[in-house]
């Protein structure tokens, strides 16, 4: 099924210049981007982008990275957009992300893992409606 899901190169991707390989990644695994801007998010911004993780000790650090300098929001559309930009990314921590995912190759620590993908198409749907409204989206 194609379906649309939310990739963010995330601020430390950002600063060390790895927002291009990341995109040329998204383009060569077969997504098609359909919106694309950098934004830097204030700290309330990431607290509502990351409300579920609220509770979690990292919380306050999180929102503090995420908030730390401008980020890549990109809406891409592919068949089970989702779960393949999971596999495209890697595991949370880069530490135990396949060889060949970008978190493998491009990120710094779990925290700083340069990029995010949405979990399911629902919370896709929800974080793209946060960074992209319908006129920003093209068909
Ligand atoms: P992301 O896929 O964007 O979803 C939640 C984010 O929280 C995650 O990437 C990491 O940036 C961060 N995160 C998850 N687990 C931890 C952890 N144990 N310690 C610090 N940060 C974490």
Avoid: W
């Avoid at 927002?19 to 077969?30: D, K, M, P, V």
């Avoid at 999971?86 to 992300?97: C, F, V, Y």
């Avoid at 970008?102 to 340069?114: G, T």
């Avoid at 749907?125 to 409204?133: G, K, M």
Wanted: with cysteine; hydrophobic share 40%; proline share 5%.
């Amino acid at each position: 099924m194609v379906e649309l899901t939310l990739g963010i190169v995330k601020p430390d991707a950002v600063a060390t210049g790895k927002t291009g390989e990341i995109l040329r990644r998204y383009e060569a695994a077969g997504f098609r981007i359909r919106a694309l801007k950098m934004v830097q998010l204030s700290k309330g911004d990431a607290q509502r982008f990351y409300a579920v993780h609220k509770e979690r000790p990292f919380f306050s650090s999180l929102t503090d990275f995420m908030s730390s300098g401008p980020c890549v929001p990109v809406c891409l559309e592919g068949k089970n957009a989702v779960p393949r930009l999971r596999e495209l990314m890697g595991a949370t921590d880069p530490a135990k992300a396949d060889e060949g995912t970008i978190r493998k190759d491009l990120a710094e620590s779990i925290e700083r893992n340069a990029v995010h993908g949405s979990d399911s198409p629902e919370n896709a749907r929800i974080e793209l409606a946060f960074f992209f409204s319908g006129l920003e989206t093209v068909s």
